[in-house]
């Protein structure tokens, strides 16, 4: 059985740092990869990062560029997000997600096929 398993989340000041791990219970972590998303009630899950099976290409947001790190270690089978700066409306749970093996890369929910239950990041003005 799969599982993602996020951890990290909490609050923080707006300026600060946290880091995200995803702990992946995949029996070849290497075939899929992964994502972060997040979402806040009442909106739709939102791509936030996404790193390839190999790791060497990652697509980031917009609203994340230069601000959000994304990347995984293949030894320990975990996703990472390190986000700096952190501002008030990145205030969300955050999920992280497995690909389906034949989708390199994606940065929509339909490319995905494992889930997390999330971690709640609350960033304070």
């Known amino acids: 059985q799969v599982q993602l398993v996020e951890s990290g989340g909490g609050l923080v000041q707006a300026g600060g740092s946290l880091r995200l791990s995803c702990a992946a219970s995949?029996?070849?972590?290497?075939?899929?990869?992964m994502g972060w998303f997040r979402q806040t009630p009442g909106k739709e899950r939102e791509f936030v990062a996404a790193i390839s099976k190999s790791g060497g290409t990652t697509q980031y947001a917009d609203s994340v560029k230069d601000r959000f790190t994304i990347s995984r270690d293949g030894a320990k089978n975990t996703l990472y997000l390190q986000m700096n700066s952190l501002k008030p409306e990145d205030t969300a749970v955050y999920y992280c997600a497995a690909t389906h093996t034949v989708v390199g890369i994606s940065t929509t929910p339909r490319g995905y096929g494992y889930w997390g239950q999330g971690t709640q990041v609350t960033v304070s003005s």
């Open positions: 995949l029996r070849t972590f290497s075939s899929h990869g």
